[in-house]
């Protein structure tokens, strides 16, 4: 009886396995939905009912599957999943969005399959429903993060055109980033300069760097500094700001400005000096003649006029030399091309100067057997020479001024040579520049205009002019094309 009782109390294996199935349908990881063809829901599991909200009753034989889509999902639905269903039976992996019943909605991989009857009528769906949340994050959070890293990029290529250096440098004054402008200033490669101390690419930096304020919106004052960089030195207007990594420094290379700036100063003081001294000449001449003119004798008086007429003549070359820098720099000087003799041109050049100093030494070498036939401009040529022979007086420390007329390679060349103290190597390429004057003892003065003049005024006769070795002194030669026969 016992064994009766235990019989009939305890399930078959036929019953047990028809419980487990049911409870592995009700409470699976996914969503189960039985529909009919035209989409009312017939069955549903508890999974699904627990994600979305509802009673097995608000859903079963109530509602259809399109009536849980949001509108995009309906049309989506009527677009993709219906005809896929009825030409493929079957559906795998459609993106989709259940509406909840608190108006939430929750992301939705659906798979779903047809099943037929023997005559291929549609009887009913069988749809399976998978939680896409997590998916929809991570892909949320993948399309932040490529969105990041285009916004990186982006920023990456903007650095790169960038004009000022920046550089970022970590607490441990480590670069972590350094964009091209900061690889041209530094004298590295961009890649070549991260991981390295940025006190080992700039010399002193250890001394600069706190001189530099750091602040946190980029406000912060520009700082000029000197950096010794290339073997000689830059001048930069920095500033710093602080970044999560570190401190990002800007550095603007004015070197150039600062130069500008210079030379703005060197023509004023150059101006104010080489106008005021003749002008006191004049003004001191003058005032006395006006004053005392009647009591003077005619020797005094003669002096003073001569000083007039000297100072005055001074003055009209020093603003003749303005002027046609002037209008050399706008493009505006147009000169002549003809034939001329560079020999006579050179001996007028030497009488103007010996006008203007009786006492100078000039030696003029004849130009016997030697053609010096020449295309250009005659009285630019006369200019240059005088230009030239000015400058070796003023520095050539009253030695003897040699002139020589001859032919070299299809030009004329001329060659004027003092035995001074010379010109220093260094110097060699800069006696061309503009306001630029060599302090040598005495010979300090002057706009510093005279071989700048001369060199543009060469430059457009097609010729070229520069400074030959010589065991003594200065040499400067001037070459323009010979005539042609």
């Not at 710093?240 to 990594?245: M, N």
């Not at 057997?369 to 022979?389: I, P, S």
Request: aromatic share 4%; with cysteine.
């Amino acid at each position: 009886m016992s064994g009766e009782r235990d019989e009939a109390a305890a399930p078959s294996p036929t019953e047990a396995l028809e419980e487990t199935v049911e409870e592995l349908y009700e409470d699976a990881p996914c969503g189960y939905l039985t529909t009919d063809p035209d989409g009312l829901i017939l069955r549903a599991n508890r999974t699904f009912l627990g994600w979305c909200g509802y009673t097995r009753d608000e859903l079963v034989g109530q509602r259809r599957l399109t009536d849980l889509l949001p509108p995009g999902g309906r049309i989506y639905h009527e677009t993709h999943y219906a005809p896929l269903l009825r030409m493929q039976q079957e559906v795998r992996e459609l993106a989709l969005e259940v509406l909840r019943a608190d108006g939430s909605r929750l992301p939705v991989l659906v798979n779903a399959s047809l099943k037929v009857d023997e005559a291929e009528r549609p009887v009913l769906v069988r749809v399976t429903l998978f939680d896409a949340s997590q998916r929809r994050r991570y892909e949320e959070e993948l399309l932040q993060a490529r969105a990041a890293a285009e916004e990186q990029a982006a920023a990456a290529t903007a650095l790169v055109h960038v004009a000022e250096a920046v550089v970022l440098v970590d607490d441990d004054g480590l670069v972590r980033v350094a964009n091209a402008a900061a690889g041209r200033l530094l004298g590295v490669e961009p890649g070549a300069a991260v991981g390295r101390p940025l006190a080992e690419l700039v010399p002193g930096w250890g001394s600069l760097a706190p001189r530099i304020p750091v602040t946190r919106d980029g406000a912060g004052a520009a700082v000029l500094l000197p950096l010794a960089l290339g073997g000689g030195t830059r001048w930069v207007r920095a500033t710093a700001e602080r970044a999560p990594a570190g401190v990002v420094f800007t550095l603007r290379d004015v070197t150039d400005e600062r130069r500008l700036d210079e030379l703005r100063d060197d023509i004023v003081a150059v101006v104010s000096h080489e106008l005021r001294t003749p002008l006191a000449g004049v003004l001191g001449a003058a005032q006395t003649l006006t004053a005392s003119g009647d009591r003077l004798d005619d020797e005094t008086r003669g002096s003073l006029v001569a000083m007039i007429g000297e100072q005055s003549a001074r003055l009209a070359r020093i603003l003749d030399q303005m002027l046609l820098t002037q209008s050399l720099d706008a493009g505006d000087l147009v000169l002549s091309r003809g034939t001329f003799d560079a020999g006579e041109a050179a001996g007028r050049a030497v009488d103007v100067v010996r006008r203007r100093a009786p006492d100078a030494r000039i030696e003029l070498e004849p130009a016997a057997h030697v053609e010096t036939a020449a295309e250009g401009d005659a009285g630019a040529y006369e200019q240059v020479v005088v230009n030239l022979l000015d400058n070796a007086l003023k520095y050539g420390a009253g030695t003897p001024v040699r002139l020589r007329v001859e032919q070299s390679r299809g030009s004329v060349r001329l060659v004027v040579a003092d035995t001074g103290p010379g010109i220093a190597p260094g110097d060699r390429e800069r006696v061309f520049e503009k306001f630029l004057r060599l302090e040598s003892g005495e010979a300090a003065g002057g706009t510093g205009l005279g071989l700048y003049i001369s060199r543009e005024l060469v430059r457009r006769m097609r010729g070229r002019i520069g400074i030959l070795d010589s065991e003594s002194g200065a040499a400067f030669f001037v070459d323009v094309p010979a005539a042609r026969a």
